[in-house]
């Protein structure tokens, strides 16, 4: 099933979805790579906001290369979602709805995303080309000194991305070799 | 003894950091066409030519590839008549910093793997440099995301672990991979030599074109057997399951110990890239 998302979501836009699905998603979405997830804890942590609204929000782990002049981004394909796992159910429990990356994620995300009745999503991983076509506007909004890790807001139109973790349990990266396996011994 | 001014290679060395992060190497485009054509799972042919999609989209709009443009390993081959006229290895860095800049390529590198602070112009370079014979000097840059490298293993095994040892240690490092190193991936696979030999052999073996299989008719064999091996694992394109886990695996050895046998796997993805001039 392909399925038509703007954000914020709700945890009843993403009810339906299941792993393997695909998402076009449109509207804000966050960039944020290792360094700016370490920030944002010692924000928490000190008991202050995190710089964008985290609830039904969608953060792209993400750092595209530099925008031509005239162009609205470079290459923004997804990094591995992996390094982000000591942080992300911190903020999936503050009401991050929907992770954007590409690779495996650890017990603790996987019950967080069933927990929060989030998702996480795969970008194409080495499809920078591809993705910077969706994007329509972008702005550095901190942490301009983390360079490429700085945290960005993105217009997105139409950003193609696939269910890996859905809120019920499902895992693309089990399912998916799974079932081709499943095939192949028939 | 001729003489290489120093900005030749800078200027060299720019313009590869550009041509390798925007145009995939001829033999790798042609493995991601053929795992394509011969992939019998619909969404991994979906997959794949989404992939392929991405290589016109990054030529049509000048972009990177991949917005991983790497770490910049820079291999030189220095002909031993030649007389390189200025600081050889800055002008090496000088032209990663160009290249860069110039290219609107990611600077990815921090000066200190503990503090962490970006340098700004991806500078340094990881250089490896051999003397040969001859006066020319060839230069190749591979940009070398870290997705991949990340996935990377070595092992000291024992000389008794042999061949088998060696073939379920490469497996076993794709399957831990899985779909982190953005699948189908390229494999260099290094055997042999000492500890820090065999990881530069498996960095080595990346820079062979993947229709080129190793000279030595019993490591081709090798080198097919463990291809189609991880071609049956099941992670498929981005590991959403299918054929197509790996486009192409290289192999390179070196004498070694009696007492060892070392074995690293270099784990590059669908996005390996190189470039090389001669000058």
């Known amino acids: 099933m392909q399925y038509k998302l703007t954000t914020p979501v709700t945890r009843e836009d993403l009810a339906p979805l299941k792993a393997g699905d695909t998402v076009l998603l449109s509207g804000t979405v966050y960039t944020a790579r290792d360094a700016a997830h370490k920030r944002m804890m010692e924000l928490l942590d000190a008991g202050k906001e ?3 609204p985290v609830e039904g929000s969608a953060l792209y782990y993400v ?15 997804p990094t591995t979602s992996g390094r982000m796992d000591a942080y992300s159910p911190r903020l999936l429990d503050l009401g991050q709805a929907i992770m954007i990356g590409k690779g495996a994620r650890n017990q603790e995300v996987k019950d967080a995303v069933v927990r929060n009745g989030a998702v996480y999503l795969a970008a194409l991983g080495g499809a920078g080309a591809l993705m910077a076509a969706c994007v329509k506007k972008l702005e550095v909004i901190c942490w301009e000194d983390l360079g490429c890790e700085a945290v960005r807001r993105l217009e997105v139109e139409n950003m193609p991305l696939t269910v890996i973790l859905d809120a019920h349990g499902g895992d693309l990266y089990e399912s998916g070799p799974a079932a081709y396996l499943g095939r192949e011994r028939k | 003894m001729r003489t290489i001014p120093a900005a030749e290679i800078t200027a060299s060395v720019a313009r ?3 041509r390798a992060n925007t145009v995939l190497p001829p033999d790798v485009a042609a493995a991601l066409e053929a795992c394509r054509a011969a992939e019998p799972w619909p969404l991994a042919g979906e997959t794949l030519a ?15 590839i991949c917005q991983d443009t790497g770490m ?9 008549e030649v007389h390189v006229e ?9 032209g990663v910093r160009q290249g860069y800049g110039q290219g609107y390529l990611r600077k ?3 000066a200190d793997p503990l503090r962490r602070v970006n340098t700004g112009d991806n500078t340094p370079a990881s250089i490896t440099v051999r003397i040969v014979p001859g006066d020319q ?25 042999g061949v088998e040892g060696v073939k379920h240690f490469v497996v076993e490092t794709v399957r831990l991979a899985g779909p982190n190193p953005c699948p189908p991936m390229v494999l260099g696979v290094g055997i042999g030599g000492s500890f820090d030999k065999v990881a530069a052999l498996a960095k080595h073996a990346l820079l062979r074109p993947l229709n080129q299989p190793n000279p030595d008719p019993y490591y081709a064999a090798l080198e097919a057997e463990l291809l189609e091996e991880i071609n049956t694992l099941g992670i498929g394109p981005q590991g959403f399951g299918g054929k197509t886990t790996c486009l192409g695996l290289a192999i390179e050895t070196a004498p070694t110990h009696v007492a060892g046998l070392p074995v690293a796997v270099n784990v590059s993805c669908h996005v390996t890239r190189r470039a090389t001039e001669v000058l």
């Open chain 2, 137 to 161: 000097c060839t230069v190749t840059v591979v940009p070398k995301g870290f997705g991949s490298e990340n996935m990377s293993r070595l092992a000291m095994l024992k000389p008794a672990d």
């Open chain 2, 16 to 18: 590869l950091c550009v």
């Open chain 2, 50 to 64: 989404l992939l392929q999609d991405n290589l016109a989209q990054a030529r049509k709009r000048d972009l990177p």
């Open chain 2, 108 to 110: 990815s590198m921090v």
């Open chain 1, 63 to 77: 750092g595209p290369t530099p925008e031509r002049p005239g162009e609205v981004i470079g290459s923004a394909g």
């Open chain 1, 50 to 52: 995190l710089p964008f």
């Open chain 2, 86 to 94: 200025g600081d050889f290895e800055e002008a090496i860095h000088q």
């Open chain 2, 72 to 80: 910049s390993c820079v291999f030189v081959e220095l002909g031993q």
